[in-house]
């Protein structure tokens, strides 16, 4: 079995100071892909460089405290991948690919974050900039390779992936226009959804972040916005799922699904 885990750190300092690396130990992950790590790389070196037995590689941000993604495994990759645009969301570091290529397979384990535009219009109109390029990126790799893509996408892509998904049908994360590119990225570019897969009819068991605001978490006003997205060959060796939320790390709880396969 090959565990592996995405999750929204809210800050690397924060997620490892309430207790990240002891569940990681005691969950015995063969990978962690990790979103909004809000470091650089002077604050990774000498604390954050492994958890868990756990050696990261990472894509940081240009800005400091900002973004930034990591892929922590317990296996060498044969390369690693950093960014995936060469311009404005490189400078983000929104993008980390591991590749374990072997002369009978080619595989590659990605931590993307997707950017919210919740903030205002120019982070929304960034937010569509960056579904469309990433969208040929994703079709040009899975030509060439297979993929788990694990990440915060910032997209809940049904009703059922949202408390209130009535009054949120305008804002950010639930758009039509999100919406449809999470589906044409599940029909025509032929990834599967591997929670959903699992799960097909998960409603409030299935959510992955919830806002600070009011009483969110203690009422579970969630949406589901973390996301393994994978090719076909590899979605179909996934057994088991696990949202884990008897701790809070961030404002994102870990998804985790066990896949039957090894690298």
């Given amino acids: 079995m090959f565990k592996l885990t995405s999750l929204n750190l809210n800050g690397i300092r924060s997620a ?10 005691t ?12 470091a650089q790389a002077l ?3 000498g604390r954050f460089e492994a958890l868990a037995g756990l050696h990261g590689h990472f894509h940081f941000a240009d800005k400091k405290g900002y973004s930034g993604v990591g892929v922590y495994t317990r296996h060498e990759p044969s390369d690693v991948v950093v960014g995936f ?20 397979r080619k595989l590659s384990l990605i931590s993307a974050y997707f950017p919210s535009g919740s903030s205002g219009d120019d982070r929304q109109a960034a937010k569509f900039r960056f579904l469309n390029a990433v ?24 009703n059922i992936d949202l408390k209130n998904w ?22 025509e570019a032929g990834l599967v959804d ?20 009011g009483q969110a978490y203690a009422n579970n006003v969630g949406w589901r916005l973390d996301y393994h997205l994978a ?32 690298l």
């Fill in 16 to 25: 490892t100071s309430k207790g990240l690396e002891t569940w990681l130990e």
């Fill in 27 to 38: 969950m015995r992950v063969d990978c962690i892909c990790v979103q909004e790590v809000k």
């Fill in 43 to 45: 604050d990774v070196s």
């Fill in 85 to 104: 645009d060469g311009g404005e969301f490189d400078a983000e570091g929104r993008w980390v690919e591991l590749r374990f290529d072997t002369p009978q």
């Fill in 135 to 158: 969208y040929p990126h994703l079709m040009t790799l899975k030509g060439q390779r297979e993929f788990i893509l694990c990440g915060d996408i910032n997209i809940a892509h049904q």
């Fill in 166 to 187: 009535r009054s949120n049908q305008k804002n950010s994360g639930f758009t039509p226009e999100e919406r449809a590119w999470m589906t044409r990225l599940l029909t």
């Fill in 194 to 213: 591997v929670y959903r897969q699992l799960q097909p009819e998960a409603t409030d068991t299935a959510y992955t972040w919830w806002s600070n605001r």
């Fill in 231 to 262: 090719t076909p060959a590899l979605a179909a060796h996934a057994q088991r799922e696990t949202i884990y939320k008897d701790q809070k790390f961030s404002d994102h709880a870990p998804l985790t699904v066990e896949y039957g396969f090894s």
